[in-house]
């Protein structure tokens, strides 16, 4: 399935509840995460909200489709429209289409997009469909646990961050997300599959940014 190509928008009931009940006490700002070395350089031709596919291309990416049904918040609840949503992500093999990234011995994806662009709607509102990303060492033998990168431009505020999937199996060992503080506003929740797509599983996240 591919779903509209820019800026798409769902409302979410659990962020709307969330809005209606902050007016007395004020919500806990996003825990900022490292930006790692892997923001494209080159960004790509195609960049709009659905990433399972690449504009020109007949091909579907490789791996577990997903949607991702966002809200932009700030500390009291309001929506935080126009901001730009920037995101990026290693392919369900765990490389990241970077030239830093060349010593992977993953292949690259060339019908998995990678990265987009997006703006909040009105009601702070933001989606995308993707794939579920690849694990990969970091050296060590550590590794990292599945994660999307987000950089998130408002009007005054800037959060760069990461969102993670609950039960992961390498969630409790990976040393980013243990080190987010409070580890749960980073973690996105199970939702519902969206009528339209039936075959993608889907993530809900509340972005709390800090201002407001």
Same mark, same amino acid.
């Given at each position: 399935?591919?779903?509209?190509?820019?800026?798409? @928008?769902?409302?979410?009931?659990?962020?709307?509840?969330?809005?209606?009940?902050?007016?007395?006490?004020?919500? /806990?700002?996003?825990? +900022?995460? %490292?930006?790692?070395?892997?923001?494209?350089?080159?960004?790509?031709?195609?960049? %709009?909200?659905?990433?399972?596919?690449?504009?020109?291309?007949?091909?579907?990416?490789?791996?577990?489709?997903?949607? /991702?049904?966002?809200?932009?918040?700030?500390?009291?609840?309001?929506?935080?429209?126009?901001?730009? /949503?920037?995101?990026?992500?290693?392919?369900? *093999?765990?490389?990241?289409?970077?030239?830093? %990234?060349?010593?992977?011995?993953?292949?690259? %994806?060339?019908?998995?997009?990678?990265?987009? +662009?997006?703006?909040?709607?009105?009601?702070?509102?933001?989606?995308? #469909?993707?794939?579920?990303?690849?694990?990969?060492?970091?050296?060590?033998?550590? #590794?990292?646990?599945?994660?999307?990168?987000?950089?998130?431009?408002?009007?005054?505020?800037?959060?760069?961050?990461?969102?993670?999937?609950?039960?992961?199996? *390498?969630? !409790?060992? !990976?040393?980013?997300? #243990?080190?987010?503080?409070?580890?749960?506003?980073?973690? =996105?929740? =199970?939702? !519902?599959?969206? +009528?339209?797509?039936?075959?993608?599983?889907?993530?809900?996240? !509340? @972005?709390?940014?800090? /201002?407001?």
């Amino acid at each position: 399935m591919q779903i509209s190509r820019r800026h798409l @928008v769902l409302g979410g009931s659990a962020a709307v509840g969330l809005a209606a009940t902050a007016g007395a006490q004020k919500l /806990v700002p996003t825990s +900022s995460q %490292d930006l790692g070395p892997f923001y494209p350089l080159i960004r790509p031709s195609d960049e %709009d909200a659905d990433l399972t596919r690449v504009r020109g291309l007949k091909g579907v990416a490789s791996g577990d489709p997903i949607n /991702v049904i966002g809200r932009l918040l700030d500390v009291k609840g309001n929506p935080v429209s126009g901001a730009r /949503v920037e995101l990026w992500q290693a392919n369900a *093999l765990g490389r990241y289409d970077h030239p830093g %990234d060349a010593a992977s011995t993953a292949a690259l %994806d060339p019908n998995f997009q990678g990265y987009a +662009s997006l703006v909040s709607d009105d009601q702070g509102r933001f989606r995308f #469909r993707t794939i579920k990303p690849g694990h990969y060492s970091i050296g060590g033998g550590l #590794r990292r646990t599945r994660h999307i990168h987000f950089d998130i431009r408002g009007r005054s505020e800037r959060l760069i961050t990461q969102m993670y999937f609950p039960g992961e199996e *390498l969630n !409790d060992s !990976d040393i980013l997300l #243990r080190n987010a503080n409070p580890r749960e506003s980073v973690m =996105a929740r =199970a939702t !519902d599959r969206l +009528s339209g797509d039936p075959n993608a599983a889907a993530f809900a996240w !509340d @972005v709390i940014l800090n /201002v407001g």
